[in-house]
């Protein structure tokens, strides 16, 4: 379906559907004898980024982790804390009153050869209160290690029902009070980190190039950053339709071979991605063995699935820098969390220790059709691949 320059889209999350309509027919580019073009190019500018989350009834058969209250109150034991001062804290917060106690141990509740140590900085040096990981059976995401049904850790793709779908990232954080959502009902950490990144960090996009992107057939898919941020129309959802430069630096230059069948753009096990983030959420997003699905509906806007090996100690740098401000209104524990991303961590083991250093993740992303070129030195797009 062409897109004409002067359209736009407003693309609420909240409206699209699970079975959106996937088709890029109707795209080819046509020139003025009326002859399709030998090669073709569509590109996308992401207005979207989240983990790929399910979250079911009954996913954590363990419970749902406590509130953030309850969780510090856990430790007090394990810092010594005598019980009679336990109590004496635990009725100052029933009643309401003012009593620093509880935070100023939290504060320092790290232990290094018994020393107090700031829990951010030093994870590992927090006790360990094994809160359950999530045990549900579907999880969006790819069979990464190909052992398929034979995986015993591997979910089920919802959409696409594929069984050893490994999403370990899914398990460590899916009960964790602020990673429970979906696609379109987002985690409260991951609508605030986007909500954080959208403004401060240049746009991704995402090109599709092919003989014929209305037919089945092999394709090349690049994922990129832009120069400029992502543009929005007065109501801040994405504008559609406009001209953004790639960014030279070779740290976000991407290229995949894919395979376009039923109008669904596929990467299976297409390398290492890598494309410079914000430090506020990581430095750069890094996935090895690199797998993404995608489709695009009818009104040209696209949503996609993206996975692969993610190092968990990038994904935990978020967390720790957000302090004890970010644990009481984001995230909740950050120490838990980096014990839990540790404990399912399922890939690249360190050869000294056995730890696994990466974990399997799976990403959904959203984007609305763009114009997308190299810098010229003129300040002109060149190249430009359009909708």
Known sequence: MAFMPNQSVC??????????????????TVGASGSVRAEESRAFVVSWFAQATYTQENDCSGGVHPALEEVYFKYLPHLGVEPETIDEIKQSYAAGE???????????????????????????????LELPGLDGEYAYGFDLDGQGANDPDGFVEPETFEKGVDHQLYRALGCARSFRGSLTDSPTYWAWAWGQLVSSQPAWVVTVTGADLSKDGPVTVKFERALEHLRVNGDSSPRANMAYRIDPDPRSRNEFPGQMKEGVVTVSGGGDMRVLQNPLVAPELMLRNFHMRMDVAADGSMRAIIGGYQPWEDV?????????????????????????????????????????????????IEGVPAYVGLPSTSGLTTQAARN
């Open 11 to 28: 693309l609420s999350r909240k409206t699209i559907s699970a079975a959106m309509v996937a088709t890029f027919a109707g795209l080819a």
């Open 98 to 128: 003012e009593d620093d106690r509880l935070k100023d141990f939290m504060m320092v509740r790290g232990r290094i050869d018994g020393e107090p140590v700031n829990p951010w900085t030093y994870p590992a040096a927090v006790q360990d």
């Open 316 to 364: 935990y740098w978020g967390f720790g820098n957000l302090s004890i401000g970010g644990e009481q209104q984001v995230i909740g524990d950050a120490s838990q969390l980096y014990h839990l991303l540790k404990r399912y961590a399922d890939a690249d083991p360190n050869p000294e220790t056995g730890q696994n250093m990466s974990i399997s993740a799976a990403y959904y």
